[in-house]
């Protein structure tokens, strides 16, 4: 059984700063790729970020140049840290994880507000 444990969001005033966590654990769990995405009220699940086990990135349009992603593969870690927040970045952050064996977890959610 694969567990995912999210930590890390919260509410922030615009402009603040957030880092997300995410740790996966699960017998002879092999993971490719980790990464986030989000939804936001009324919409669908999108891209934030991802990165393989060898380190590449992949940004959805809503983090390019404000969202950094970096992963400990011993640890199976991956954070999100997250900058210059916006009201519209208001939404529950979900944690990916795919198996080497093409197996896709998600995690429970946590909810970023951005508010004054």
């Known amino acids: 059984q694969v567990q995912l444990v999210e930590s890390g969001g919260g509410l922030v005033q615009p402009g603040g700063s957030l880092r997300l966590s995410c740790e996966a654990s699960g017998s002879s769990l092999s993971i490719y790729a980790m990464g986030w995405y989000r939804q936001p009220p009324g919409k669908q699940r999108e891209l934030v970020a991802t990165i393989t086990s060898g380190g590449k990135t992949n940004y959805g349009d809503c983090a390019k140049g404000r969202f950094t992603i970096s992963r400990d593969n011993a640890k199976n870690t991956v954070n999100l840290q997250m900058n210059s927040l916006k009201p519209e970045d208001t939404a529950v952050y979900y944690c990916?994880?795919?198996?080497?064996?093409?197996?896709?977890?998600w995690g429970q959610g946590t909810q970023v507000t951005v508010s004054s």
């Open positions: 990916n994880v795919v198996s080497r064996r093409a197996a896709t977890y």
